[in-house]
């Protein structure tokens, strides 16, 4: 009997009803060697998802029956963690996607050393009681900030969430229109508010707020005075806002307080070529706002966290809510995040590698192009290095323009070879621009460089003579 025909909708039906069954497969004395140091569960796994894939193949008219290599192929999806590490070469440093800060090597220890066995998370050891999880950071955000009091939720806007429902739910929170901002993922600073339950009220116009226009709108059912700051977008030309130190004074006036939701969080003024003006939460204390929100994991280089610190008599309330509960964090993000605020007490910002990436000179960044351009010619991949333009990332300093340095890669099909790029056992991340591939290295160290080599020459570019 000859081999069934695997042309038209004939074969391919006949290839599918060919599919062996998963016993058939555990049976199968060619997969023995491949499967016998396999868990059980796994081995029937992969084999679940490799007829799957052959099925999936078969309907999109790829007449490639099944194979024990859509075994092995199958084992190794399964052997890899869906979240793992990347190489990053987009020139991003606090890229969302790419789970925005990298943790300093201090907080990354301080990680692993509670997270491999019990902690004193909500146990006080001085006094053989129940604590507080929250202990080891307030102390030192209080000394960081000049802050009363402070807390730690999951991210900031929850902590947004969690202040406003707190402090204002049920009455009206005044906000200037130009800083109704949606903060990403398609949520929106308006609706935030309202799933707070405050009331929000508009005043100034998308350019222009003045004193006058707060002062106007406060009245008895007033709960908050809001300050947004726009860390995502930037407005020119024609506008004006009020600073949160004439606003502050504006609510002490009226016995209303000041919240400020500072997003990019900066604990110290930053340094670096290309990098714009950004308030610092200490700043912020100290122009008299009563209570501030930020992140934790953007300019201060931690893990995602937000962060609430204010007026002591302010964060009581906040702590009492019920939503506080809700939107704790962990052991792990204390623990992080307490090595990271260390860091800063210390005097080493330079310490924690979002300063460090966003510090580095153009001329230290060329040279690092240059030793990653001559390990591709060891390869045999021909690259070009060009001043490139970066940017800081994550919501924040949006019309900041970090100059660096890339290796230029002109490709046959570079999208095919960015996919390769990923596809790697590190993937590597760059980027295409007008049609070339582009290797950013502010964001990758001299260990790495090594890495995003092998992974270019393995992925093949189409290099021209």
Do not use: W
């Not at 507080?132 to 999951?154: F, K």
């Not at 004193?211 to 005075?225: E, K, N």
């Not at 977008?233 to 400020?260: I, K, N, S």
């Amino acid at each position: 009997m000859g081999a069934p025909s695997n042309s038209g909708d004939g074969g391919k039906n006949v290839l599918l009803r060919g599919l062996p069954s998963i016993e058939q497969l555990l049976r199968r004395p060619s997969l023995e060697p491949l499967l016998a140091t396999v868990p059980r569960a796994r081995a029937v796994a992969a084999l679940r998802l490799a007829v799957d894939r052959v099925r999936a193949r078969l309907l999109q008219g790829e007449a490639r029956p099944f194979d024990d290599a859509d075994v092995r192929d199958a084992l190794g999806t399964l052997a890899t963690p869906n979240l793992r590490p990347v190489l990053n070469a987009t020139g991003v440093v606090l890229h969302t996607n790419l789970g925005r800060a990298p943790l300093a090597p201090e907080a990354v220890a301080r990680v692993a050393s509670v997270a491999r066995g019990y902690s004193n998370l909500e146990y006080d050891l001085d006094e053989g009681e129940r604590g507080s999880r929250y202990a080891p950071l307030i102390g030192l955000l209080r000394a960081l900030t000049g802050a009363e009091d402070a807390l730690v939720v999951n991210n900031c806007a929850g902590a947004a969430l969690l202040v406003l429902a707190a402090l204002a739910s049920g009455r009206e929170c005044i906000v200037s229109r130009g800083e109704l901002v949606e903060i990403g993922g398609g949520f929106r600073v308006p609706d935030v508010m309202r799933q707070s339950g405050a009331k929000l009220v508009e005043v100034g116009t998308t350019n222009r707020t003045r004193r006058a226009d707060y002062a106007g709108a406060v009245g008895p059912d007033t709960g908050l005075l809001v300050k947004v700051h726009r860390s995502n977008f930037a407005m020119v030309g024609f506008t004006e806002e009020v600073d949160v130190a004439e606003l502050a004074a504006l609510g002490r006036e009226r016995g209303v307080p000041v919240f400020q939701d500072l997003g990019s969080g900066a604990l110290v003024p930053l340094e670096g070529e290309g990098l714009t003006q950004e308030p610092t939460v200490p700043q912020a204390v100290a122009a008299g706002a009563d209570v501030i929100a930020f992140s934790g994991d953007k300019l201060l280089g931690g893990p995602q966290a937000g962060i609430v610190v204010g007026r002591a008599a302010l964060l009581a309330r906040i702590k009492a809510h019920p939503l506080t509960r809700a939107l704790r964090v962990d052991k792990m993000t204390v623990a992080a995040l307490e090595a990271t605020l260390e860091l800063y007490r210390d005097g080493r910002p330079q310490a924690v590698p979002t300063y460090r990436l966003l510090a580095q000179r153009p001329e230290e960044l060329r040279a690092r192009a240059l030793r990653l351009q001559a390990l591709l010619a060891e390869r045999g991949v021909s690259a070009r290095v060009e001043g490139v333009v970066g940017q800081v990332g994550g919501g924040a300093m949006p019309l900041a323009r970090l100059p660096s340095f890339a290796c230029i890669l002109t490709l046959q099909g570079p999208e095919t070879f960015l996919d390769c790029l990923r596809s790697g056992d590190v993937p590597v991340i760059g980027r295409i621009a007008d049609g070339e591939g582009v290797l950013d290295v502010r964001c990758l160290s001299e260990e790495e460089l090594q890495v995003v080599a092998d992974s270019v020459a393995s992925a093949r570019p189409g290099n021209p003579p």
